[in-house]
């Protein structure tokens, strides 16, 4: 069985005398005295934390985030470096504790010049005693290695090191890869060994130098990087104070697969006025896969779907991370909560635990309250993709079902009662099926190739990229007889010279046809009267066709059938746009619905996409 890397981590602090420097961020300590401005007394002066105030603050944030969402699954163990070695806790889940790792560091105290000097202190201490405990069997690798089962010795531990400390120079930071790596090793021999430890098959090392805000750098930062056979590692230099607290608050994102929301609009009464209220945000953080539903209506939002949602994720000033804002919409009871579809639950906890609006509203969701979440729109009715909701005194974010629910009846494929969609492409699906048929693969994978199963994901999305599962949805595959070989060649991870030229061809073959003002193949199911004009069912034409070579232009061969589709649409969009009072929109515009024309069914191409 593998375990994740973040299922064990291990920090490791600098407890030299360096870190009991200032970090040089005041702090205004006595900022109430100074907005009431009372005469005769006199402010206190501005405070500074120290370099070791900040590391522990940064880490125990960390610490908090992960344990909120994640109280059983992911351990962390605390490792004090200065001229040995101090282990805070353990990776027994009693000792997987908050306030015990705050009674540990209140036992240990800050650094002092007084104890001991920068010269008797060595960061490696710490670090192979955190690769001694990368080692030791957690509770549940230790039931996985001794369960009566066939695979209960085939345990992968992997783990992961965050050391806060700092550094001379490029050259001692590598020293210290060279050095951990080396120690690496000699752990993983001892522990092969005997069978109370387990060797270490992956570990990531993360080295972070600190220094004070207003002091320069000399280090370099460095992307993550390969020490074969077992060790990962990257370096950064980060400011101490905010900076580092706000460097770390990214990290968890990206090691604990998490995602952040900002609930926006929230109503609450000012202290100075009850009479009055203001809006705040508050922002969130959870699993990322409580945003699934949101990525999937953001990927149809982009290939031209007709629900017009607002972009979704923003990145917020300061930070390295992107946020989905979604805004507040009027609470309800639990009991009413209850009835909502939920295709997934999620814990969450508060970026910022200790400010107003997020203490008003995590109170708020555990009196007992629901909070339904409305995803940004910029036109049409509210669709309602998350809910807020406490149970057994925790705060979870549930998703909402956005699309077709289960309960619903599904729809019908053939002739008969349960759906309201009959017209799928149902032949056209099979032979889809037949092109993207896995067999097994026999050649041997070189260096630079892509594996197999990336290959058939890459071919895969290249075919689905723009695909119409209705038939009264599309123009274009209506008429293969007309539209090939371009409808085959255009999905090509690459064009030949000679595909460009048949797909040329294929265009002027339209032309022609638009020219002699021939019929096209429109599906005529759901349709009364005579339908559309005949200009019009070419107008949809070539915005769909446009629509569909946009999508698959990513080589030179692809951009010139795009040129040569544009060039021979131009005169007639131009001309359309001029009969329609539109002022000569694009095509694009027209097909996103925001030129001329908005009743055409050109806005229900790409509404069901595979």
Not at 144 to 172: H, M, P, W
Not at 557 to 569: A, E, Q, R, W, Y
Request: net charge neutral; glycine share 6%.
């Amino acid at each position: 069985m593998t375990f994740p890397v973040d299922h064990k981590t291990v920090f490791v602090l600098d407890h030299s005398p360096y870190f009991a420097e200032s970090c040089r961020q005041q702090i205004e300590f006595d900022a109430l005295t100074k907005t009431i401005r009372t005469p005769g007394i006199i402010p206190l002066a501005p405070i500074c934390k120290s370099l070791w105030t900040c590391t522990v603050e940064a880490a125990m944030e960390y610490c908090r985030i992960v344990w909120d969402i994640y109280p059983k699954d992911k351990l962390i163990r605390f490792v004090i470096s200065d001229r040995s070695a101090h282990f805070l806790n353990s990776w027994d889940a009693d000792q997987q504790n908050y306030n015990l790792l705050l009674n540990s560091f209140a036992q240990i105290g800050p650094p002092s010049l007084r104890k001991m000097s920068q010269k008797d202190c060595n960061i490696m201490h710490g670090l192979n005693a955190a690769i001694e405990a990368l080692c030791q069997c957690s509770d549940v690798q230790h039931e996985k290695r001794t369960s009566l089962v066939e695979n209960a010795a085939k345990v992968i531990n992997r783990g992961r090191v965050i050391c806060i400390t700092s550094f001379k120079s490029d050259q001692y930071a590598r020293s210290i890869e060279e050095s951990f790596l080396a120690a690496l090793m000699q752990h993983n021999k001892l522990a092969a060994s005997t069978d109370t430890l387990i060797p270490i098959h992956n570990c990531k090392l993360v080295l972070m130098h600190t220094l004070p805000v207003d002091a320069s750098c000399n280090i370099t930062d460095r992307p993550l990087k390969e020490f074969p056979p077992h060790l990962y590692s990257e370096v950064y230099a980060i400011k101490s104070g905010r900076y580092l607290s706000a460097k770390l608050c990214n990290m968890v994102l990206r090691h604990c697969n998490l995602a952040s929301t900002t609930v926006t609009g929230i109503p609450m009464k000012e202290e100075q006025n009850a009479n009055s209220s203001a809006n705040y945000d508050v922002e969130l953080l959870h699993p990322a896969d409580a945003h699934i539903e949101l990525i999937k209506t953001d990927s149809h939002r982009l290939s031209g779907s007709p629900m017009k949602c607002a972009p979704l994720r923003t990145i917020k000033e300061g930070s390295e991370y992107e946020t989905v804002t979604l805004k507040w919409c009027t609470p309800r009871n639990s009991a009413a909560s209850e009835l909502q579809f939920c295709t997934g639950m999620f814990r969450v906890t508060p970026m910022d635990v200790n400010s107003r609006p997020s203490t008003c509203l995590t109170n708020f969701i555990l009196n007992g309250r629901a909070v339904m979440l409305e995803m940004p729109r910029e036109s049409g009715s509210k669709v309602m993709s998350h809910m807020l909701s406490s149970h057994g005194g925790e705060i979870f974010i549930h998703t909402l079902g956005t699309s077709r629910s289960i309960l619903e009846d599904p729809p019908s494929i053939s002739e008969g009662c349960g759906g309201r969609v009959t017209d799928y492409r149902i032949n056209d699906f099979g032979e889809f099926m037949k092109s993207a048929k896995l067999v097994p693969y026999r050649k041997v994978v070189h260096d630079g190739e892509f594996p197999p199963n990336e290959q058939a994901k890459r071919y895969l999305e290249r075919l689905t990229r723009y695909w119409p599962m209705v038939i009264s949805n599309t123009t274009i595959f209506n008429m293969p007889q007309h539209l090939e070989p371009l409808l085959s060649l255009i999905v090509k991870e690459a064009l030949t010279d000679d595909d460009v030229l048949e797909c040329k061809k294929t265009i002027y073959d339209l032309v022609s046809m638009d020219s002699r003002n021939e019929a096209l193949p429109i599906p005529s199911m759901g349709t009364r009267g005579k339908g559309p004009k005949r200009d019009e069912q070419y107008r949809v034409l070539w915005n769909e066709l446009e629509t569909l070579v946009r999508a698959h232009c990513t080589t030179d061969g692809h951009n010139k059938v795009l040129d040569c589709l544009i060039t021979c649409h131009k005169p007639y969009s131009e001309l359309s746009g001029k009969s329609s009072g539109s002022g000569g929109s694009s095509s694009l515009n027209r097909r996103s619905g925001g030129g001329g024309g908005d009743k055409t069914p050109i806005k229900e191409i790409g509404r069901a996409h595979v």
